[in-house]
């Protein structure tokens, strides 16, 4: 294993692996190569926040409209206010969920994966341990044209376990099409440090 390792370091050192794909700055240490997502710009962690303050005011106005009352299109003012409520407060949690930024690193000496999905709130931090021989592959996914993500995927419990058990885990998002080298790169340093075999890039 300590000979693994070893030889890993020295293809890292002929071949570095590059310092940022797409969200993601990578950075090997030691035993181990870990990627963490850039945090999110002070204006984008603003927006949940503001969408909910637009969906109190809307609201307050829904409640106001029905105390004063009102005849024909002045009646729907109210509903359509409370429609809009509804939207904003959807979309903030669905912003919220995007804020988390993901890590992962790669320890050689003990063979497994760690995957992190890094929350704000306190404790909320999820993670998880994959071992590297239940990875089944490491997919290069077209999110739209030009726009890739890397995607792995493993099976709890071993290769050979059912296929509708397969998990898959984004490592890297928003990678633009002038990143082919680095992320030909990258995804060949994944490939071999999991072991894989007779795999390919893949668009899906």
């Known amino acids: ?19 940022r794909l797409g969200d993601v700055r990578l950075r090997y240490e ?11 710009s002070f204006w984008r962690r603003q927006l949940p926040g503001f969408c ?3 969906a109190a005011l809307c609201t307050a106005g829904a409640v106001a409209g029905v105390l004063l009352g009102g005849d024909g299109a002045v009646a729907s ?34 063979e497994r ?22 990875v089944t592959s490491v997919d290069v996914v077209e999110r739209a044209p030009g726009r ?27 990678i633009g099409a002038h990143e082919q080298e680095a992320l030909l790169r990258v995804w060949r340093l994944l490939h071999n440090a999991f072991g894989l075999r007779g795999a390919g890039l893949a668009g899906a």
């Open 1 to 19: 294993m300590l000979g693994a390792v070893a030889s890993f370091s020295e293809a890292l050192e002929e071949n570095p692996a590059p310092r």
């Open 148 to 174: 890739y993500a890397l995607v792995v995927a493993w099976r709890p419990g071993g290769k050979d376990t059912k296929k509708e058990e397969t998990r898959r885990e984004v490592l890297v998002e928003h």
């Open 77 to 110: 003012v109210p509903l359509a206010l409370g429609m809009v409520a509804v939207a904003l407060v959807g979309f903030a949690l669905q912003l919220e969920g995007q804020l988390g930024r993901r890590r992962f690193v790669l320890h050689f000496s003990s």
């Open 52 to 54: 909910l303050v637009l």
């Open 30 to 40: 030691p035993g181990r190569l870990l990627g963490e997502s850039l945090p999110p």
């Open 113 to 134: 994966l760690r995957l992190e999905r890094l929350r704000w709130a306190p404790g909320a931090t999820r993670t998880e341990w994959v071992p590297f021989d239940e």
